[in-house]
């Protein structure tokens, strides 16, 4: 069973920045692919950005050019930097890990954290 704990929400000004932390239980190297989702009230769980193994990156066409993911082995941490912040960013953000185990893909969530950009 893998443990994620995000932190770093919190309400941001339009145009300010945050850093989500990711914290991970297991290691990173047991992972294929490490991301962060979000969900806006009233609105569908969406893919924000996604890291696989090897470094390959993808983004929602929505933060391309402003939030980056990244990933630190030393501290078993997924980050993801946000920049020019907007209101239509306000959601709950989760990290969602992909871990091989045994042969088999497990899948695993956070419980979110919360970043709100008033308009």
């Known amino acids: 069973q893998v443990q994620l704990v995000e932190s770093g929400g919190g309400l941001v000004q339009p145009g300010g920045s945050l850093r989500l932390s990711c914290e991970v239980s297991?290691?990173?190297?047991?992972?294929?692919?490490m991301g962060w989702y979000r969900q806006a009230p009233g609105k569908e769980r969406e893919l924000v950005a996604r890291?696989?193994?090897?470094?390959?990156?993808n983004y929602a066409d929505s933060v391309k050019g402003r939030f980056t993911i990244s990933v630190d082995m030393a501290k078993n941490t997924v980050l993801l930097q946000m920049s020019s912040l907007k209101s239509e960013d306000t959601a709950v953000y989760y990290c969602?890990?992909?871990?091989?185990?045994?042969?088999?893909?497990?899948?695993?969530w956070g419980k979110g954290t919360l970043v709100t950009v008033p308009s």
């Open positions: 890291i696989i193994s090897g470094g390959s990156t």
């Open positions: 297991a290691s990173m190297h047991s992972l294929n692919a």
């Open positions: 969602n890990v992909d871990q091989l185990y045994g042969g088999n893909h497990m899948n695993y």
